[in-house]
C-alpha cells in the first residue's frame, strides 16, 4: 500500500515540524509516550504540556528524557515562561495533539475556559488541535460530552477516536483511547499532506470520511490479474465533493488513472485484501465511510509463483470469496455511518434494498451497469436509498451526481447523529 495526496506525494514522516502534546489526567496518558516517540520518529520536534492531573499519573521526565524538552505544565512558571511566553507557545506548533483528552477539559475547551495553561494554549492558537477523548463510557455516552464534542467538530477540532472495547475501569465500552499508531498515523498524514491547516467551512466540517475507489486485481499468476471495468470517475468524485462539504477525505484507491483530489489523502492498494486492510485502519477514525470501489468477489486460492503457460486446451483458476469489506468494518464499527454502491445488471431496486439490509448500511446508491453503462463514462445515474426513503439522482456528469449524492449523506449523517443523540436521551429519562 502506498500513501499520497496531491500536496506532498512523499507523505510520511514529516521533518521539522512542530508538535505541541498536551496530556490531561487519565490512566491513558501512559500511551502517550508511545505517541511523542513516534512523533520524533517522524522527524517532527515535540513539545509536551501536561496539566496537573496528568503529572499525577505519569512523570514529566519521561517526556522530557524522550523529547529533549522540559516538559511546560503552568502558567505561572517564570522560568519557563521568561524563555517562551505562553502566547509565543501557542503559535510555535504546526499542530496541538491533546492525548489522552478528559471530558473536563474538553468541555472547558468547548467553552472558551483557559484556567490552566493547556486551555490557555488552546484558546490562543489558531492551528490546527487533534483531540484523542479518552474517558468511561458513560462519561462518554453522556449528553453533556456529546454536545461538547458536536461544538468541537463545528469549530473545526479533529477528532481521534476513541475506540471501544475493555476499559481501565473493568467497564466495556466506547471511550478507550486511540492507539498511539492510529494518532500518530492521522496527525502526519495531515501535517504531510497539508490538510491539517486547511480546516473547510460545511455541514461536515470536522467529520472525517473515508472512500473506496476503483477495481481491485487479483493475481492469477505475476503476470495476470483478474479485474473489473471500474475506472475510479465516480469514487473520486465522491471524495472530492465530501471535501468541498468540509469533511477531511481519505481515499483507499484501486489502480486507476486518475488526479488525487486536492486536500485528499490518498491510499494505493491493489488488492482486495489490501483495501479491507487500508480501510479498516482509515475507518478506526472516521465518522463515514463510502464504499465505491468495484472490490472483486474472488480471489485465486492459489497464485502461480511462474507466469503460467499454454501447455493445455483448457485451464480451471480455483477462485474462494473474498471478504465483504463494507460488512467487515460494520461488525467492528456499528455507529460508523456507511454508504454503500450497487451495481447491478438487473432487478436494481431489490438487489440494492437486499443490500442496504444485509449489510447493515445506513444508504445505499444502486446503479445499472453493463451494455455501456456506468463503468468508465463520464455520466452516471443513481437511486438512492435508506430505511424510510429514496432519492433518484441524474442521469448527470458524475461529478454532479457525486456533488448531490454528497449533499444527501450530510443531511442523512446530521439525522443519524441527532436520533443518536435523542435515544441516549430518552435511555437516560428512564
Ligand atoms: O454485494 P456487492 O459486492 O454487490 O456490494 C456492493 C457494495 O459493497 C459496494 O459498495 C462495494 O464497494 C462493497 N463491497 C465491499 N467489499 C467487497 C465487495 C463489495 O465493500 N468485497
Avoid at 18 to 32: T, V
Avoid at 54 to 62: D, N, P, S, V
Avoid at 100 to 128: E, Q, R, S, W, Y
Amino acid at each position: 500500500m502506498r500513501s499520497s495526496s496531491n500536496s506532498d506525494p512523499n507523505h510520511g514522516p514529516v521533518p521539522g515540524r512542530r508538535i505541541l502534546l498536551a496530556l490531561c489526567g487519565g490512566i491513558a496518558a501512559y500511551k502517550s509516550a508511545e505517541l511523542a516517540r513516534r512523533f520524533i520518529k517522524a522527524g517532527c520536534e515535540v513539545q509536551v504540556v501536561m496539566t496537573d492531573s496528568a503529572l499525577r499519573f505519569i512523570g514529566a521526565q519521561t517526556f522530557q528524557a524522550l523529547t529533549g524538552k522540559p516538559v511546560r505544565s503552568s502558567l505561572w512558571d517564570e522560568a519557563a515562561e521568561a524563555a517562551m511566553g505562553h502566547i509565543e507557545l501557542a503559535r510555535w506548533p504546526d499542530a496541538i495533539v491533546i492525548a489522552p483528552a478528559t471530558a473536563n477539559t474538553l468541555a472547558k475547551i468547548a467553552h472558551g475556559f483557559a484556567d490552566d495553561l493547556l486551555t490557555t494554549l488552546v484558546l490562543a492558537t489558531d492551528k490546527p488541535i487533534f483531540v484523542a477523548p479518552a474517558m468511561n463510557r458513560l462519561m462518554w455516552a453522556n449528553a453533556a460530552t456529546q454536545a461538547n464534542m458536536s461544538t468541537l467538530r463545528s469549530r473545526g477540532f479533529k477528532v481521534i477516536g476513541p475506540g471501544s472495547g475493555a476499559q481501565a475501569c473493568g467497564e466495556v465500552g466506547e471511550g478507550r483511547v486511540a492507539e498511539p499508531e492510529d494518532v500518530a498515523a492521522v496527525v502526519l498524514a495531515a501535517l504531510a499532506s497539508g490538510s491539517a491547516a486547511k480546516a473547510l467551512d460545511g455541514p461536515l466540517s470536522g467529520r472525517r470520511a473515508v472512500v473506496t475507489a476503483g477495481p481491485t486485481r487479483e493475481p492469477i499468476d505475476p503476470v495476470r490479474f483478474i479485474t473489473n471495468r471500474s475506472s475510479g470517475k465516480q469514487g473520486y468524485a465522491v471524495a472530492e465533493a465530501l471535501r468541498a462539504l468540509g469533511a477531511e477525505v481519505t481515499l483507499v484507491s484501486g489502480p486507476v488513472n486518475l488526479e488525487t483530489p486536492a486536500g485528499v489523502q490518498r491510499i494505493d492498494c491493489e488488492t482486495a485484501q489490501d483495501m479491507l486492510d487500508a480501510t479498516v485502519a482509515a475507518c478506526a477514525t472516521a465518522d463515514i465511510l463510502v464504499g465505491t470501489a468495484a472490490v472483486a468477489d474472488y480471489r485465486c486460492v492459489e497464485v502461480a509463483g511462474q507466469k503460467i503457460k499454454k501447455k493445455t486446451e483448457t485451464l480451471e483458476l480455483e477462485l474462494t470469496k473474498n471478504a465483504d469489506i463494507l460488512s467487515e468494518v460494520r461488525s467492528l464499527q456499528p455507529q460508523l455511518f456507511i454508504v454503500g454502491f450497487a451495481a447491478e445488471t438487473e432487478k436494481l431496486a431489490e438487489h440494492a434494498k437486499g443490500k442496504l439490509a444485509r449489510k447493515k448500511l445506513n444508504l445505499i446508491a444502486a446503479n445499472w451497469v453493463g451494455n455501456g453503462r456506468a463503468f468508465d463514462r463520464d455520466d452516471n445515474a443513481l437511486t438512492v436509498y435508506w430505511a424510510d426513503g429514496e432519492l433518484a439522482i441524474g442521469p448527470a456528469d458524475k461529478r454532479e451526481v457525486a456533488g448531490q449524492l454528497a449533499g444527501l449523506i450530510a443531511e442523512r449523517y446530521a439525522a443519524a447523529c441527532n436520533t443518536a443523540a435523542s435515544s441516549t436521551k430518552a435511555r437516560k429519562a428512564k
